[in-house]
Nanobody
Framework: QVQLVESGGGLVQAGGSLRLSCAAS????????MGWFRQAPGKEREFVAT????????YYEDSVKGRFTISRDNAKNMVYLQMNSLKPEDTAVYYC???????????????????WGQGTQVTVSS
């Protein structure tokens, strides 16, 4: 069983930055691909970014490319999402997720992830 706990959300003005953190439990964290998703009110959960277990490969949703950076520290069981140049349309609850299937490829659909955190609210004011 893996437990994920997000933190770092908050209220920020457009153009500002936030850094989300996800703390993971479990000794096998370093073998999991990790992802960030978000869900705005009235919308489906959508992919934001994902990172391979080694940290060597990342992939981003088009609207966040160049603004968001996903990273991980396997020694600390942590995953991060650095968000710069935030826009009002980035407002959502952000979720950390773990793909615990030891796969060498990255996925962007929520159904491919096995464990989820409780989410952290990000609100960007205009």
């Amino acid at each position: 069983q893996v437990q994920l706990v997000e933190s770092g959300g908050g209220l920020v003005q457009a153009g500002g930055s936030l850094r989300l953190s996800c703390a993971a439990s479990g000794r096998t964290f370093r073998s999991y691909n990790m992802g960030w998703f978000r869900q705005a009110p009235g919308k489906e959960r959508e992919f934001v970014a994902t990172i391979l277990w080694s940290g060597g490969t990342t992939y981003y949703e088009d609207s966040v490319k160049g603004r968001f950076t996903i990273s991980r520290d396997n020694a600390k069981n942590m995953v991060y999402l650095q968000m710069n140049s935030l826009k009002p349309e980035d407002t959502a609850v952000y979720y950390c997720a773990a793909d615990a299937n030891w796969r060498p490829v990255l996925f962007t659909t929520p159904g491919e992830y096995d464990y989820w955190g409780q989410g952290t609210q990000v609100t960007v004011s205009s």
